[in-house]
């Protein structure tokens, strides 16, 4: 059983406009660069960026133009359904990496990411670069029903991207990509082609109460090992959502077949992860979904054994 801490909840500064929430709620993906930890929430056009040294409130990044409609159903149909962020190593003018943030591609309108470049202090610097990823989504959706990407992951020479299983598609999937090819469309176009992917790799997760355990998230181990955050949401699509019934926290081994699994002690909806290893520890911070508007979501912090697994 993984036990979580919590850090801190997600408290935005006062900008000053009455409409805008004080805090960030529906985070769904991280990334932590230098001092800094960016999170991207499924029901906004912005990015939030906190601090990783203390709990002064954070800040939004806008990504895409226009505004969400502040009712729930409304805001459901028009969001960008940002799901993953990933840390993208130096490419093209992006000499000290960049961020991407993506879109779950379970609709047409989910299907477009935002690149930001970095500084050599892991900041952002500029505005960022929406990319159409509608072509890529289109042609993997061809290999995948009900499409609903919620990670993006580097390991060595290639990206993964990690499907989410629900009750009437009850299979997970790991889709391997060249990142040669698809840093070089990035870096060379605002529209990423029909780039095949390499491998699709099923992956089962187990069940709790007939309902499947489902990636939330991912992130790479130095080692080539891929930690990753799962939860059983009592869904039957890719559009609603539905009650957690339990989360884990696993390990797929370099070849995708040794996997392991361990639930967490409390039924929190865990939906980002980023790790990094310290001698024998692997030390890990989530984000979690508060599922409700009203409430921030939560950064927590996990321990575990590096040979746990």
């Not at 000053?16 to 991280?30: M, N």
């Not at 505004?67 to 805001?75: E, G």
């Not at 969001?79 to 990933?86: Q, R, T, W, Y």
Request: overall charge negative; hydrophobic content about 45%; aromatic content about 4%.
């Amino acid at each position: 059983m993984i036990r979580l801490t919590k850090i801190r909840e997600l408290d935005l500064a006062d900008t000053g406009d009455a409409t805008t929430p004080r805090h960030l709620s529906a985070a769904s993906g991280l990334a932590c660069t230098g001092s800094f930890i960016y999170v991207v929430a499924d029901d906004e056009l912005h990015l939030g960026v906190f601090s990783a040294t203390d709990s002064t409130p954070g800040r939004l990044i806008r990504l895409f133009d226009g505004a969400l409609p502040a009712t729930k159903a409304a805001r459901k149909k028009q969001k960008p359904d940002l799901e993953a962020i990933v840390r993208l190593p130096s490419f093209g003018t992006y000499r000290n990496g960049a961020l991407l943030a993506l879109g779950s591609g379970s609709e047409r309108n989910r299907r477009r990411g935002a690149l930001l470049q970095l500084d050599e202090d892991g900041a952002t610097a500029g505005a960022p670069r929406v990319v159409d990823i509608s072509r890529m989504f289109d042609h993997l959706a061809q290999h995948i029903p009900a499409l609903n990407i919620e990670s993006a992951v580097v390991i060595g020479d290639k990206l993964r991207l990690l499907q989410r299983a629900n009750k009437s598609h009850p299979q997970n999937a790991i889709v391997h990509y060249s990142l040669t090819a698809f840093l070089y469309a990035l870096a060379n176009d605002d529209s990423v082609g029909a780039i095949a992917p390499i491998a699709i790799d099923p992956i089962d997760l187990g069940h709790i109460d007939g309902v499947p355990l489902s990636f939330t998230d991912g992130a790479s181990l130095p080692d080539g090992r891929m930690v990753f955050t799962a939860v059983a949401e009592d869904t039957e699509d890719t559009y609603n959502d539905g009650a957690c019934l339990g989360a884990a926290i696993g390990i797929v081994a370099c070849n995708n077949e040794a996997l392991s699994l361990e639930p967490i002690d409390e039924c929190h909806k865990v939906e980002g992860v980023a790790a990094r290893v310290d001698n024998n520890v692997i030390s890990l911070v989530l984000v979690t979904d508060a599922d409700d508007s009203a409430m921030p979501a939560a950064l927590f912090s996990a321990r575990l054994p590096n040979m746990a697994f």
